[in-house]
């Protein structure tokens, strides 16, 4: 049975970092993809950043490139997000999801089918 965990959010000020991180089971850590997701009050979900467990290969929304970093731990069975630079509007709840075909390089949430319960990450000044 596919599992993942969100860990990680909480309260910050715009400027500061957090440091997300995704455990999952019951696949193969070579294997798929691991995105994570966010989605913000009267808004749709989008898109972050994604990782391929097999090659690394990645992707940034460009909202965040250059201040979030995604990374994976295959002995540790981990994804995580380092987010840096915080600004008032990455206050989301944020997911991290599994996909198991090649459209999850595109990041995109309707072609994850496997899906934590969400992180809230809160901007405050």
């Known amino acids: 049975q596919v599992r993942l965990a969100e860990s990680g959010g909480g309260l910050v000020q715009p400027g500061g970092s957090l440091r997300l991180s995704c455990q999952f089971s019951?696949?193969?850590?070579?294997?798929?993809?691991v995105g994570w997701f966010r989605q913000a009050p009267g808004k749709e979900r989008e898109g972050v950043s994604c990782i391929s467990n097999s090659r690394g290969n990645t992707y940034y929304a460009d909202s965040v490139k250059g201040r979030f970093t995604i990374s994976r731990d295959n002995a540790k069975n981990t994804v995580y997000m380092q987010m840096n630079s915080l600004k008032p509007e990455d206050t989301a709840v944020y997911y991290c999801a599994a996909d198991f075909e090649a459209s999850g390089m595109r990041c995109v949430p309707s072609s994850y089918d496997y899906w934590g319960q969400g992180t809230q990450v809160t901007l405050f000044s």
């Open positions: 019951g696949f193969d850590r070579h294997y798929g993809f």
